[in-house]
């Protein structure tokens, strides 16, 4: 939100009611994708990836990531200049597969933003504690972790998502320069911290670069390096809120490509960058800490620097956060308006045009999750709804090329059957990769949506 999608900025064109407002451009959304994809996947979850699978070789899981998610990107890519609406895989589906898996992809992106804010907001929480702890400020044990972590509720947690969910639903010109502020502070201090860790690097550290196999599936070796990337892919999951904007591009069909794109472009360079350099400094099983990224500046013996990462990483899950719940609140929108909700979501603000009540039932579930959901349930099941997001777009380019190829296609994915192919065999090998607990997770809240798609969504949607 550099260029607020919810600010009636002064080219702005006024729109009739339960339509957003179109304010987008390029930048624009370039700042939506890095604000929503550096985040807890950098800041938090490398250190678990690098200490319990990949080793020194997670910049290869990265690298593996990001590759999946350039072929996905491109089938994203053209979907969105085709169909430029809010609502992301959501919309596509609908287009070309109907009603029943319109909900089921629906329902599955509802639990992929709301679960990622909620692990967002939790890392936030524990570097703002460890921040905290630096000046001698604790909060109570009680107040300080969810139940199971020894407290009562995660109070931090709690109120970052409220106060970001008071933000985006005033959708003020305050929101779109609160973010592109953030996001510029959180690259410089990316970095800040590559540059200064290069310069001190122990290329030791690297060896062996693959460790060898512990003996199970996932434990190091190239096992552990494809579990890596399946664990890292939550890192990527913000680029796909790009997408859910570009019902709010002044040009979506030139803007949308170039923003999902370029934004994913820059965010896998930086991952790599900071994988490397972040194995390079601290043996890689001393990692599995809440703030991979101050251990690595500590260890260095820079403890002044070490308190700006911590405010950096603070900046760069604000901004992961504050995109994950603007995403979130889009998709409500998009199922509204097409009846498998009640029409209050589908609402905008008549000043604003953001949808308040969407936006304001999000942050208020997102907030009890973070409130009361360790981190580590909250981040197993983010990766595996977004995969399966991800197949059903390469899918659906297949489908609509097949059914209504005459239909003006602004950008192409190019080699079409290869790329859209090769982008669901990834996403497939890198969900099997996942822990079997995972896929349960999965499977009992779609029939959680199951159950509500009978009981209301089937009766009042509007599609076929």
């Given amino acids: 939100m550099a260029e607020s999608a919810m600010t009636r900025g002064p080219d702005a064109v006024s729109e009739p009611d339960g339509i957003l407002l179109r304010t987008l451009t390029v930048p624009g959304l370039i700042a939506i994708g890095l604000g929503a994809t550096i985040g807890a996947g950098i800041f938090v979850l490398t250190g678990t990836a690098a200490a319990q699978y990949a080793g020194p070789a997670l910049s290869l899981s990265f690298v593996i990531g990001g590759i999946a998610c350039g072929l996905v990107g491109l089938c994203y890519a053209e979907l969105a200049a085709m169909i430029p609406e809010a609502g992301s895989t959501y919309t596509y589906t609908r287009e070309s597969l109907g009603r029943f898996p319109a909900w089921i992809i629906g329902w599955d992106l509802v639990l992929e933003f709301a679960v990622a804010a909620a692990t967002v907001a939790v890392g936030w929480s524990g570097y703002a504690q460890s921040l905290a702890a630096d000046f001698g400020l604790r909060l109570p044990p009680s107040l300080a972790g969810a139940p199971g972590e020894g407290g009562i509720v995660n109070l931090p947690a709690v109120a970052i998502v409220l ?9 003020t010109r305050e929101a779109s320069l609160v973010n592109g502020l953030l996001v510029a502070c959180k690259i410089a201090i990316i970095l800040a911290f590559v540059g200064v860790g290069a310069v001190h690097l122990r290329p030791d550290l690297w060896h062996p670069f693959v460790p060898e196999n512990a003996g199970t599936f996932g434990a190091f070796g190239w096992s552990g390096v494809f579990r890596g990337a399946a664990v890292v892919f939550f890192a990527f999951v913000g680029f796909e809120t790009v997408a859910t904007a570009a019902g709010e591009c002044r040009a979506p069909q030139r803007d949308a490509p170039a923003g999902l794109i370029g934004s994913l472009l820059i965010t896998t360079v930086l991952y790599v960058a900071m994988a490397v350099v972040l194995t390079g400094l601290v043996p890689y099983r001393d990692l599995d800490v809440a703030d991979p990224v101050a251990k690595a500046v ?11 990462i911590k405010i950096g990483a603070l900046i760069g899950l604000t901004t992961s956060a504050l995109t994950a719940l603007f995403g979130q609140g889009r998709i409500f929108f998009a199922m509204a308006r097409d009846g498998f909700l009640p029409k209050v979501f589908c609402q905008v603000h008549p000043v604003t045009r953001a949808p308040a009540a969407s936006q304001i039932v999000i942050g208020l579930f997102t907030a009890a999750l973070a409130g009361l959901v360790p981190i580590d349930i909250l981040g197993e099941i983010v990766s595996i709804g977004t995969l399966l997001a991800f197949c059903l777009v390469c899918a659906t380019v297949l489908i609509l090329r097949r059914r209504d190829p005459a239909r003006p296609r602004p950008f192409r994915v190019p080699a079409a059957p290869l790329v859209a192919g090769l982008g669901i065999l990834s996403c497939l090998v890198l969900m099997a ?14 029939a959680i949506g199951l159950a509500i798609y009978a009981g209301y969504g089937r009766r009042h949607a509007r599609i076929s």
């Fill in 163 to 171: 106060l970001l969910t008071a933000l985006l639903t005033r959708a």
């Fill in 298 to 308: 500590d260890a260095i013996g820079l403890s002044a620097f070490a308190t700006v």
């Fill in 433 to 446: 990769s996942l822990p079997a607990d995972t896929w349960i997770r999965l499977a009992l809240w779609l």
